[in-house]
């Protein structure tokens, strides 16, 4: 008898405000035209798993004022699947605003549509709630066999992010390898000097005193220039070819030289061209210390004297052995060596600048700290730089924007909590190394009252402590959502045990709190103390939780 006098007395209640709202709005109707009129319906209220109704809200107001529709997962525990364009249509001072929403639900059972908000002109009006049936789809076991449901399985992530990654260490080497072949291994070409260089020793004599010959010295009267060309012609040759320090060797020296050699069987050459050198070298000596000044056909005549003395002396070396014909290779297979190990050190060299360069320039502008954790890895710091995932968790919703989804946790309730907590629904994710953690819990309390926040601090702070935490500092503050929800924001810090360290570590935690009649909304972050990746991603996640504000 108490039961029905009490629904009776709900339903009465619930008649009386029911009446004194039709009331106001038709009073509100008759004395203002400018009131807007909010019609809401479905087109079926019955509808098989999966399958979608359309929630229609049509607004008639003046054709000046400001409407929004609700937008969003607004319309939980049904899933928004599609809202249509807002249809607009104006008819003189008035115009009909009309808005549609494909809505679903995958699991059976009944559920209720919440009312809507619709705000004009800044003021709020709600649509009705409406009940919704959803039915399992009959399944006829006789004709389709039935499967266990098979285990979870690991699946990879996408290497998307790493391909583009080695797309661009493939650009960066093929850049620096095409500098390298440009600058170092390419063969360039070769000036006249460089040409003329490589000619051998006996052709670059000869060479020279054809140009001598062309040059204007005699003409502009250079007896000096003339004559220090000519000897140091044939005294380069004789160093190169005969292998005698002819250079650094006065006119006696040299000449003194080239007789012992004669003597000795190393040079075929007579005494009359050794004497005509000796003469010309003479000459050179007048020219150069004496300031002499010979007749230019003397000078012409030196000139030819030369180049038949070096022809002659090119006759006068003896054929070189098999010997020296190998040790000449393994000299020359020497100074290819020494060319490569030069051009092995200076890619060398120009790598190790080049990352030290920007090794330099990226601690500059980053930091240390920043270029340490990049080229060695930091676990939050690929949190951050790394694919987000916006979704709800829990009923009531709780949306959130995290680096990794939150797996849901399995609860059971102790017995004291079962009698005043009906569901409680778990979702959370850990990083492998670090304190880093991100929970989030939606409880529906068993009676239709407010939640407790000091009661719920008070056995988070329990938890910690239970945990082995100490030194835990707690401040308190009201917290608001970028939508204008409401709520009270822990924080703190302290020391907190983590299962790869056996000594405590110092950390940081925030802690959330919502709710309302019925049901309360929980979100929990800890992080390392002085973990910038960590401080980033946290305020990341607080500037992006929303919460439902009503079962």
Known sequence: MRNLNLSIKNSYSYLLRYITWCLLF???????????????????????????????????????????????????????????????????????LQKIYALTQFDSGTYVLPRQQIMVNGKPFFTDSVKIDVATVPVDTLAQKMYDIKPLINVEKSNGTLWKILLW?????????????????????LSEEEKVALLPPFDRAILGLKQLEKSKYLIQDDYKSYYSELTDIVRSYLEEDVHV?????????????????????????????????????????????????????????????????????????????????????????????????????????????????????????????????????????????????QSDYGFPPISLHTPEVLLRQGVKLPPEAQASIKEMQAFAYRSSIGLFTIGATSITLAQPEEPDFEKASEQILKNFENQGAKNIITKQEPFSTLSGVKGVKLYGSGKFAVPESKELISGNYVVLFFGGKGFQQNVILTWLEDDQYADQIVDRILNSVEVKTSL
Do not use: C
Not at 169 to 189: E, H, S
Not at 364 to 389: A, C, I, M, R, S
């Open 26 to 96: 038709a009073s509100t109707h008759v004395f203002s035209q400018s009131a807007p009129t909010i019609v809401s319906g479905v087109d079926t209220t019955y509808i098989k798993i999966g399958e979608q109704i359309n929630f229609k809200v049509t607004v008639e107001t003046d054709s000046t004022a400001q409407v929004i529709f609700p937008e969003g997962q607004t319309f939980s525990p049904l899933e928004t699947v599609e809202a249509l364009k807002t249809d607009t249509v104006k008819k003189l001072d008035r115009m009909t």
């Open 169 to 189: 260490i493939l650009g960066i080497l093929i850049l620096a390898g095409a500098a390298l072949y440009w600058f170092v291994f390419r063969k360039k070409p």
């Open 245 to 389: 320090t002819a250079l650094e060797s006065t006119t006696d020296q040299l000449i003194d030289k080239l007789e012992m050699m004669k003597d000795a069987g190393q040079l075929k050459l007579d005494n009359e061209t050794i004497q005509q050198f000796k003469k010309v070298l003479q000459t050179s000596d007048l020219v150069k210390f004496a300031k002499s000044k010979p007749e230019s056909s003397v000078a012409e005549q030196d000139r030819k004297s030369v180049e038949q003395i070096v022809i002659k002396t090119k006759e006068a070396i003896p054929e070189p052995t098999e010997e020296e014909l190998l040790q000449r290779e393994e000299y020359l297979e020497e100074l290819e060596r020494k060319k490569q190990k030069k051009k092995i050190v200076i890619v060398a060299v120009t790598a190790v600048l080049v990352l030290l360069f920007s090794t330099v320039a990226a601690i500059g502008y980053y930091g240390f700290g920043q270029v340490k954790d990049t080229v060695l890895g930091h676990p939050t710091k690929e949190l951050l730089e790394g694919e987000w995932v």
